[in-house]
């Protein structure tokens, strides 16, 4: 707000709470996440090169996160400490058409991921299989 120590959000797409003292705001216009208190004051920013608009994030557990870029259509883990993982997409397995203009993640338990591809009207169950490179 009035472009305090943070800066100006532009384009804020989705909040999430990570615990009860942080939430997290996909700042799309900006290309980052920014991580707040539970007063709402700036803590800190994300960002990576990869990111054109991030516009939503779920997190996987305490450690972990998914975020989606819809305009790259590509969805990527990261540590909360900004660690790049692994990224999906634009392509699928087991899916012929790509991410086009995808809209928002969960996290449903089970170890799967549920993407809404607003771009082609159609929701995405993908199955988590977690494991070394």
């Not at 608009?53 to 259509?73: H, K, M, Q, V």
Request: contains cysteine; hydrophobic residues 35%.
């Amino acid at each position: 707000d009035f472009g305090y120590t943070g800066g100006q959000l532009t384009g804020p797409e989705k909040i999430v709470a990570y615990s009860k003292d942080t939430f997290y705001v996909c700042d799309a216009g900006n290309d980052r996440i920014v991580v707040y208190d539970s007063y709402g004051n700036y803590s800190r920013r994300m960002t990576d090169q990869s990111w054109k608009y991030p516009i939503a994030l779920a997190f996987d557990g305490p450690n972990l996160f998914w975020l989606l870029d819809r305009e790259t259509g590509t969805f990527s883990l990261y540590r909360t400490d900004g660690m790049h993982l692994r990224t999906f997409g634009p392509q699928l397995m087991g899916s012929s058409e790509s991410l086009l203009n995808p809209s928002d993640l969960v996290v449903l338990p089970g170890n799967r991921l549920l993407i809404a591809d607003s771009g082609s009207n159609r929701l995405l169950l993908c199955r988590i299989i977690y494991g070394q490179k």
